[in-house]
């Protein structure tokens, strides 16, 4: 057998003739749904998709294009179509009942893998045969069964005497048939599931096929009975049987019969279903275990309800109903004997599960297709009934049975019209359980608790009810009285809709009256929960004024202490009445000044109560944030405010503002920062409504209430809020970001709404919100840099405030940034020293903070006056803005070459105005960093950036109008009080942060000194007294000149190509040295005199000496040759005296350096006399280097010793003498060897000689 078209099957009778034979095969149940279907519910094959129900219906040909045919073949024989059913009836019935038991007989067979193809295939063919058989039968009565004349007394023939007989033969072949077949109960249980061969051919087992052939039979023997009664117009009698009631069996009481029958074993098939399920899951499982037994629902439904129209006899329901009544009733003699036994563990359940299931069904027309808009009779009464039975108090109501029943009684209000006798039945029963939880020990009890949460919750709940699809887990999810509430609302609401205000009066009417001071006052807190639960659901369906009005006079019968107890759920009950009008647009005043005004009472309790009271504190507390979460809310979700609202926003956050802590903060806050963002949106909707053209007077007028009405809120804010927020800048109370933010929504407010703001900061008020909490020097930096991201973000307002006449905007938020960075490491400003965070530097900053320091960094490097001057000083800057500390850097950098880009005086001035204008009290950003508290971070990025910046900016400090702030940059960093206290020692992360930034200091301070406008004596003294500070400070223990390459004052020598004036600097070290570390108190030598040697050597290693170096040092270094006799000075000392030398000796050519024959000289002078052995060694060493010089100083030598002679009167002083005599005979070989090329063998005998004549002559001049 074949699927039929699916088009086929809305095609007219004559149409169908036309199509030829290969479509309209015999249909017959298959639940072996193909893609042939077309999408259909059914199979092709099947009664509905074929078109055969409504050809049975429309009394048209069952088959029009099968058994055209003279003869035709049945159980392997031909037979002549017109007549074989006559002559044969019998003998053809025998040989379908002998298929029967051929097919019965194939269910012995052992059903494996390897037989299945087999016996499916002779099953099939059985199958087949005997489906056609019976549809043969009904084309025989549609197309040759004559009707005769009861009446005529005309000589018949013998076959039209057969004929005659024929219907009364089939009355009998039929009841017959059905006594052979038996019950569908009585089958053996089937696995619907089939296998699949290799080529996806389903292969079904016997089982299968003897159901489906009993469905087959069972719906064909119905069609037959009601085509035999269509075709003859009268009732036909048996002959061999009567019925129970020992009448004589018709074809009328065969087919009802039959169809009890049939209800019958179905309802078993369900009730077999129906045990094997849970009540959580009755309404998601499938009542019928095979498709096709769902179709042969649909054939009953349509074929009983036709029946019911057109003749005397009862519909579908009503057949249900008598079969389901019989097992409430569960009286067993009632039934016949050949009724199947049916009993049911729960005939309730199975009565709501079976009529909801089969209720479904009415959706599918003729065809099979699903048809929301088909008219569905109901069954209401029956449900009435059944539904007084489940509530009965007369035994105890399980509450996971009443789920079952009324989320199926949910259902069935989905499929029928709306009865408001369901209601009523329902609402006796829970307002008489109102206080009851209606929960199941074994599900979490979750429907309740969580409904009852916020006002917002409770609002959810009732639009979940009020869906108008609900959730399949709603066993699950919800009480038995939330089902009733979704009853309640899907049947008042689609009552409504068909026949207006007049079901909800009725509703109405039932409710309130059962409402009364007693009942009221016998309520539990769960029976308080019900009320609004229920009520909140009427206003949402009905009338919200109404219902809200009626609520509150209902609550005051309640007795106070009860009020006492439960205030939080009669807050939470008032605020979503309040926010049901807010959705629906209706004015909350009555609501709000009774609600508005209780509110300010608890915010002056909360403001009153101690500290200690915690419990009472918490108490009040939750009133307060079921208050402020609900009027967040009915903000956020009016479509526009009244005056009203203004209500809502009274003083009584004024006083909680000054009750709360950190933690309650936090949430008024966040209610602050919601209705400032509803506010603004709703301001800029009523702006872009008035900006429209063609607006017309009475839309203009309306627009311009609505603005009033967004004022008066926007004032109610200012008030009760802003002026906290003012008080609490430099407070910890308030969370730095909450501050921050709800600063940055009050500034935008401004700006959007200027006139609302108060008074003291008109007429520029976005300026004042700003120099508050952006510009002020005071307010912690991390409040500061959230702030300023959020204003620098808003591109219309840096715009507005860029081009109005307050110029120094971007200057003086560069200033805060500057700051920021500066201050990054400082939590709290107004706090003590121990409140410098103190972790690892990497660790130091907090992430929060960090992030909005990159962000205002990111934002600010796109102001145009910072833009201007990267472009102008061609510096790059985009990479680097991810990083502040880089970013400030190069900020610094860009400021000082833009500035020595500059070429008129004016612009001059006027760029070190702005320079200024940037930094501010800059040393009062770092002041926290040099208290008594030492952080190493913190330090490390002060002398850092301030080196930076006196580097950077050395040109701009060379003016008049920054030198000042130089001086104490200086005076506060690098020389206070504690580094002029030789004797203490300065912190050790200090002296770290100064080591490394000093080059820094010392190369822009050399600069200024050297461009300064005015020669300034007190820079210098500063430059030099530095350098006395940290050269001393920085010598290292051991005098290695190794150690002295990271000394700072040498590094800052280096790189002298970047800093040309570099010469002065390091004749500014040398002066320091020459008077603070070589200066000698008496003979005592000065202290660390050895490294002081090491450093000057370092010096005269990395840098080119300068004569006037040696003239200032080279005493000092002879004077230790001389007085001290430490082996480590004196090498040090030597080292030191052959570099200077050597450095003379450079630029100098055959002449020695009169400045260094000048210092040798007044040397001799001073110590030739007292230390003549230490002057003619030093004088050997020198010979060694540069004879010229010790060849001028013979006659200084000459008349130091003739002089010291003459001052001791001894006489001839020989030792001194040989002294001379060596010096100068060495200095003059020396000479002779490398500056007039004498051979040295001729020097050597020049040498000889000169010995020989010294003895001779015994040493004589």
């Known amino acids: 057998m074949e699927n039929c078209s699916a088009a086929s099957t809305f095609l007219t009778d004559s149409l169908e003739l036309e199509l030829g034979t290969e479509w309209c095969k015999p249909p017959y149940f298959s639940c072996a749904v193909d893609n042939r279907g077309g999408g259909k519910h059914f199979s092709g094959e099947s009664y509905l998709c074929s078109g055969a129900l409504k050809r049975l219906i429309l009394n048209l040909d069952p088959l029009p294009t099968n058994f055209e045919e003279d003869t035709l073949e049945i159980f392997g024989i031909q037979w002549v179509t017109e007549t074989a059913l006559v002559n044969s009836s019998r003998e053809l019935f025998h040989l379908f009942r002998q298929q029967l038991y051929n097919l019965e007989t194939l269910l012995q067979s052992s059903c494996d893998f390897g037989k299945v193809s087999t016996l499916h295939c002779k099953a099939d063919n059985i199958r087949q045969q005997c489906v056609l058989f019976l549809h043969y039968v009904k084309v025989f009565i549609f197309r040759y069964l004559k009707v005769q004349n009861a009446e005529s007394h005309v000589p018949v023939h013998p076959y039209e005497a057969l004929e005659a007989q024929l219907p009364s033969v089939l009355i009998d072949e039929l009841h017959g048939l059905l006594l052979y077949i038996g019950h569908l109960s009585e089958l053996p249980s089937v696995n619907i599931g089939a296998f699949v061969n290799q080529n996806q051919i389903k292969l079904f087992p016997p089982s299968w096929h003897l159901l489906h052939l009993h469905l087959d039979i069972h719906w064909l023997v119905l069609e037959i009975l009601y085509m035999l009664g269509e075709k003859l117009k009268q009732v036909v009698y048996g002959h061999q049987f009567m ?60 074929l009983l309800d036709h029946r019911s129209k057109w003749f005397v006899s009862e519909s579908f329901w009503n057949w249900l109903n008598k079969l389901l ?108 359980n109102l206080n009851s939880s209606f929960s199941i020990s074994w599900l979490p009890f979750k429907g309740l608790a969580n409904t009852m949460k916020s006002p917002l919750s409770m609002l959810e709940m009732v639009k979940t009810c009020c869906c108008d699809k609900q959730d399949q887990e709603l066993y699950k999810s919800s009480s038995s009285y939330t089902i009733f509430l979704c009853i309640l609302a899907k049947v008042v609401k689609k009552a409504m809709k068909s026949n207006g205000p007049h079901p909800w009066k009725q509703v109405k009417g039932r409710i309130y009256s059962k409402f009364h001071q007693k009942r009221m006052e016998e309520l539990t807190e769960v029976g308080l929960q019900n009320f609004f639960s229920l009520f909140l659901l009427l206003a949402a369906v009905a009338e919200v004024e109404d219902v809200a009005s009626h609520v509150l006079d209902l609550l005051n019968f309640l007795k106070p202490a009860f009020v006492t107890s439960q205030r939080a759920l009669i807050w939470k009950g008032h605020m979503a009445f309040l926010l049901m009008y807010a959705q629906k647009n209706l004015d909350i005043g009555v609501l709000a000044e009774k609600f508005s005004c209780a509110f300010r009472e608890k915010a002056k309790e909360f403001l009153v109560s101690k500290n200690e009271e915690m419990v009472q504190r918490q108490t009040i507390w939750t009133l307060l944030s079921i208050y402020i979460d609900g009027v967040q809310e009915v903000f956020e979700t009016s479509y526009c405010l009244y005056p009203s609202h203004e209500k809502l926003l009274n003083d009584g956050f004024s006083m909680l503002l000054r009750a709360c802590r950190e933690s309650e903060l936090r949430t008024v806050l966040s209610f602050l920062q919601a209705v400032l963002a509803r506010i603004r949106s709703m301001h800029q909707q009523l702006c872009q409504e008035l900006q429209r053209d063609n607006v017309d007077l009475f839309v203009q007028s309306s627009l311009s209430a609505k603005e009033r009405h967004l004022a008066a809120v926007a004032s109610a804010l200012w008030r009760h809020f802003f002026s906290f927020l003012k008080s609490q800048r430099m407070s910890q109370v308030v969370p730095f970001s909450q501050l921050a933010d709800a600063a940055a929504d009050f500034t935008l407010l401004a700006m959007d709404m200027p006139s609302t703001a108060p008074s003291d900061f008109q007429p520029q008020p976005v300026i004042s919100i700003i120099q508050l909490f952006g510009w002020d020097d005071i307010i912690c930096p991390q409040v500061v840099a959230r702030y300023l991201s959020h204003v620098l973000q808003n591109s219309t307002l840096c715009e507005a405030l860029s081009h109005s006449g307050y110029v120094s905007f971007q200057a003086l938020t560069v200033r805060s940034w500057i700051r920021c960075v500066l201050q990054m490491y400082i939590k709290n400003l107004s706090g003590p020293d121990d409140l410098l965070i103190d972790k690892n530097l990497e660790e130091a900053v907090e992430k929060e903070y960090m992030k909005q320091l990159v962000k205002l960094t990111r934002l600010l490097f796109n102001l145009s006056e910072v833009k201007s001057i990267f472009s102008k000083a061609q510096v790059e800057y985009l990479s680097i803005s991810e990083d502040p500390k880089k970013a400030l850097v190069r900020f610094f950098e860009a400021v000082g070459v833009t500035y020595g880009n500059v070429q008129t005086l004016s612009d001059k001035s006027a760029m070190v105005t702005k320079s200024l204008e940037y930094l501010g009290e800059v040393l009062k950003y770092i002041k926290p960093y040099l208290g008594k508290k030492v952080f190493s971070a913190g330090l490390q990025l002060t002398y850092g950036m301030m080196g930076i910046l006196v580097k950077s900016w050395a040109q701009i400090f060379a003016t008049s109008k920054a030198q000042k702030l130089l001086f104490r940059i200086i005076d506060c960093l690098l020389l206070p009080h504690a580094v002029l206290q030789q004797e203490k020692e300065l912190p050790a992360p200090m002296l770290s942060a100064i080591q490394k930034s000093l080059p820094l200091y010392l190369q822009g301070m050399c600069i200024v000194c050297c461009q300064s406008q005015n020669p300034n004596a007190y820079l210098n003294q500063l430059l030099g007294n530095v350098i ?144 003549y052995y230490q002057v003619y060694s030093i004088l050997e060493t020198v010979a060694t280097l540069d004879q010229q010089v010790v060849i001028h100083l013979i006659s200084t030598l000459t008349q130091s010793l003739k002089d010291s002679e003459q001052k001791w009167g001894l006489g001839r002083n020989i030792a001194q003498s040989d002294r001379f005599r060596k010096l100068y005979i060495s200095a003059v070989l020396l000479l002779l060897k490398t500056h007039f090329s004498v051979p040295h063998w001729e020097v050597d005998f020049i040498a000889l000689d000169v010995l020989f004549f010294n003895k001779i002559y015994g040493g004589k001049s």
Request: charged content about 20%; glycine content about 2%.
């Open 1028 to 1171: 006395e500070q940290y050269i001393g400070r920085f010598l290292p223990a051991s005098p290695y000149v190794s150690d002295l390459g990271q000394h700072p004052v040498l590094l800052a020598l280096r790189n002298t190509a970047t800093i040309p004036p570099i010469s002065s600097l390091k004749k500014c070290i040398v002066q320091v040295i020459r008077k603070s570390y070589l200066e000698y108190k008496g003979s005592s030598p000065p202290p660390r005199l050895a490294s002081i040697l090491a450093f000057i050597l370092q010096l005269f290693k990395e840098t080119n000496t300068d004569i006037y170096e040696v003239e200032l040092l080279l005493p000092g270094i002879l004077k230790c040759l001389v007085l001290v006799s430490e082996p480590q000075v004196k090498r040090l000392a030597t080292e030191n005296l052959q570099y200077m030398v050597k450095a003379c000796q450079v630029g100098s050519e055959e002449e020695p350096s009169s400045q260094l024959t000048s210092v040798f000289r007044q040397f001799i002078q001073d110590y030739g006399m007292r230390y």
């Open 243 to 302: 019925n129970l009631a020992s009448d004589n069996l018709t074809n009328i009481s065969l087919f009802e019969e039959h169809c009890e029958t049939l209800l019958c074993d179905l309802i078993s098939l369900s009730l077999n279903r129906y045990d094997k399920v849970r009540s959580s899951e009755s309404l998601m499982s499938d009542q019928c275990p095979c498709l096709c037994i769902k179709e042969l629902w649909v054939l009953l439904i349509h």
């Open 325 to 432: 009544k019989t097992l409430l009733e569960k009286s067993s003699d009632r039934r016949r004997s050949s009724m199947p036994v049916i009993q049911s563990r729960d005939p309730l359940g199975f009565s709501w599960w079976i009529i909801t299931h089969v209720a479904s069904f009415y959706k599918f027309d003729r065809h099979g297709v699903p048809d929301e808009m088909r008219k569905v009779e109901s069954n209401w009464n029956f449900v009435e009934e059944l539904l007084k039975k489940s509530i009965s108090v007369q035994g105890v109501i399980l509450e996971e049975q009443l789920r079952m029943y009324l989320h199926c009684c949910l259902t069935l209000c989905d499929f029928w019209e709306p009865n408001i006798a369901i209601v009523t039945i329902l609402w006796e029963y829970y307002s008489k």
